[in-house]
C-alpha cells in the first residue's frame, strides 16, 4: 500500500503482528460467513472476528511511517511495536520502533502513551519465526480462556432461561387445577415472587506501493497489506 500525504489507508493489525487492509479483512470475514464461501480463509483461525484486528495509526514523514519517539523509519527492516490501547494520550499513533522500548524505556513509552501492559498490550509487528511460535502459543492460550469464559457465560444464560420456562410452565398448570377461582387468586397473592424469574512474511515488504491496476479477482486475494 501506499501512502499519501499525511493520509494513510485504514489498516488492522492480528495478534501475530500481520497487517491488512482493513476494507480487505473484513470482506474476508463476510465471505467467511457466506454459506456458499467455498474459498480458503486467508485470515487464519486466531482471527476470529473484528474484535482480533487492532487499528494501526503509523506517525508519517516525508511520506514515511515514522517513529514518534525516535525519529526512525519504519520500513519493515527494524522491530516495530503496536501499542494495542483503547485510551491513549497520544491519540493519532500507536506504532513505535524496538528501539525506543529498548533505548528510552518503558517510563519513557508510558508516558507518552499512558499506562501499558507489555505482555498483552504491545504487539511486534512481522516478528522473527522465532518470536512468531511464542506468540502463537501465547495466543492460542489467551483465546482458549476467552472461549471457556464465553461459554460458560452462555451455558449461565440457558440455565437462567430454562429456570423461568420451567416457572412459566408451572404457572399455566396452577391456572388449569380444578381449584375454585376465589381459591386460585388468594393462593397467587400470598405466593413469593421467584427469584429466577427474571428474565503471516507479510510486513518484509511492508511499505511497498500498491498496484492500482489489479483486477476485480486480485483485488480479493490481495488481503494481506504488505504484499
Same mark, same amino acid.
Given at each position: 500500500?501506499?501512502? =499519501?500525504?499525511?493520509?494513510?489507508?485504514?489498516?488492522?493489525?492480528?495478534?501475530?503482528? @500481520?497487517?491488512? *487492509?482493513?476494507?480487505?479483512?473484513?470482506?474476508?470475514?463476510?465471505? @467467511?460467513?457466506?454459506?456458499?464461501?467455498?474459498? /480458503? =480463509?486467508?485470515?487464519?483461525?486466531?482471527?476470529?472476528?473484528?474484535?482480533?484486528?487492532?487499528?494501526?495509526?503509523?506517525?508519517?514523514?516525508?511520506?514515511?511511517?515514522?517513529?514518534?519517539?525516535?525519529?526512525?523509519?519504519?520500513?519493515?527492516?527494524?522491530?516495530?511495536? *503496536?501499542?494495542?490501547?483503547? %485510551?491513549?494520550?497520544?491519540?493519532?499513533?500507536?506504532?513505535?520502533?524496538?528501539?525506543?522500548?529498548?533505548?528510552?524505556?518503558?517510563?519513557?513509552?508510558?508516558?507518552?502513551?499512558? %499506562?501499558? =501492559?507489555?505482555?498483552?498490550?504491545?504487539?511486534?509487528?512481522?516478528?522473527?519465526?522465532?518470536?512468531? /511460535?511464542?506468540?502463537?502459543?501465547?495466543?492460542? !492460550?489467551?483465546?482458549?480462556?476467552?472461549?471457556?469464559?464465553?461459554?460458560?457465560?452462555? !451455558?449461565?444464560?440457558?440455565?437462567? @432461561?430454562?429456570?423461568?420456562?420451567?416457572?412459566? /410452565?408451572?404457572? +399455566?398448570?396452577?391456572? +388449569?387445577?380444578?381449584?375454585?377461582?376465589?381459591?386460585?387468586?388468594?393462593?397467587?397473592?400470598?405466593?413469593?415472587?421467584?427469584?429466577?424469574?427474571?428474565?503471516?512474511?507479510?510486513?518484509?515488504?511492508?511499505?511497498? %506501493?500498491?498496484?492500482?491496476?489489479?483486477?476485480?479477482? /486480485?483485488?480479493?486475494?490481495? *488481503?494481506?497489506?504488505?504484499?
Amino acid at each position: 500500500f501506499a501512502f =499519501d500525504g499525511t493520509n494513510q489507508p485504514a489498516i488492522v493489525a492480528c495478534p501475530y503482528g @500481520r497487517l491488512y *487492509l482493513k476494507e480487505a479483512a473484513l470482506e474476508a470475514l463476510l465471505r @467467511r460467513k457466506s454459506e456458499d464461501n467455498t474459498e /480458503e =480463509d486467508a485470515l487464519g483461525s486466531h482471527i476470529r472476528g473484528m474484535k482480533d484486528l487492532k487499528n494501526v495509526f503509523f506517525e508519517l514523514k516525508d511520506n514515511q511511517p515514522t517513529c514518534p519517539m525516535t525519529g526512525l523509519e519504519l520500513n519493515g527492516t527494524r522491530p516495530a511495536f *503496536l501499542i494495542d490501547m483503547k %485510551t491513549s494520550k497520544n491519540k493519532g499513533t500507536n506504532v513505535i520502533a524496538g528501539r525506543a522500548i529498548r533505548e528510552m524505556g518503558m517510563a519513557a513509552v508510558q508516558s507518552v502513551y499512558g %499506562t501499558i =501492559d507489555p505482555k498483552t498490550q504491545l504487539i511486534q509487528l512481522a516478528p522473527p519465526p522465532a518470536k512468531l /511460535e511464542e506468540v502463537n502459543k501465547e495466543v492460542q !492460550k489467551r483465546q482458549a480462556k476467552e472461549e471457556a469464559k464465553s461459554n460458560k457465560k452462555k !451455558k449461565n444464560k440457558q440455565k437462567k @432461561r430454562k429456570h423461568g420456562d420451567d416457572d412459566g /410452565e408451572e404457572k +399455566k398448570k396452577n391456572k +388449569k387445577s380444578p381449584s375454585s377461582s376465589v381459591v386460585a387468586q388468594s393462593s397467587s397473592k400470598q405466593a413469593p415472587s421467584n427469584p429466577n424469574s427474571k428474565p503471516n512474511s507479510v510486513v518484509s515488504s511492508l511499505f511497498t %506501493t500498491s498496484d492500482a491496476q489489479l483486477s476485480e479477482k /486480485e483485488k480479493k486475494n490481495r *488481503l494481506f497489506a504488505g504484499r
